[in-house]
């Protein structure tokens, strides 16, 4: 009986530990305000939907090489000073995809105004291409924020 119940954790632990690695890089991205590391972790299998609200006002679904110019222009305006996770584990959970959530807060380059945001990262699983696996098999789907 024991056996049969550490198979079925083994598998949880797993995701939560591959789940932890892919939140920690979207902390280190937004800390270091890397738009590359960034696009590491976007879906390759599709498009990203992004809606942030004033100072930074966008809202569409555009391709992942799309989210990194995005990005770019946004750490080329704004510095990130503060980005945690609000818990350690995800707020909504299903078996194929995790909405993690964040507080990220961020100043104006040119006249120092701070603002902060709560964002929430929909992250999916995807199938791994024919012959290959990703380091990460967690990818950003969607990013939303709202004003705090």
């Known amino acids: 009986m024991v056996q049969v119940s550490s198979i079925g954790v083994f598998p949880l632990l797993l995701t939560l530990s591959l789940l932890s690695q892919t939140t920690r890089s979207i902390e ?55 980005f945690y996770a609000d ?25 120092d105004n701070q603002h902060v945001f709560q964002v929430f990262f929909h992250l999916s699983r995807e199938r791994p291409p024919t012959g290959g696996d990703h380091p990460l098999p967690w990818r950003i789907t969607e990013i939303k924020a709202e004003p705090l």
């Open 87 to 111: 818990s350690e584990l995800p707020i909504l959970a299903k078996a194929k995809s995790f909405i993690f959530k964040a507080r990220w807060s961020f100043k104006n380059k040119r006249n």
């Open 28 to 82: 280190k991205a937004f800390f270091q305000d890397d738009p590359r590391l960034l696009y590491s972790l976007l879906t390759t299998q599709g498009h990203v939907y992004i809606s942030l609200p004033e100072p930074i006002p966008f809202s569409d679904q555009i391709s992942p090489q799309q989210a990194f110019f995005f990005f770019r222009r946004v750490t080329a305006a704004y510095s990130t000073f503060e």
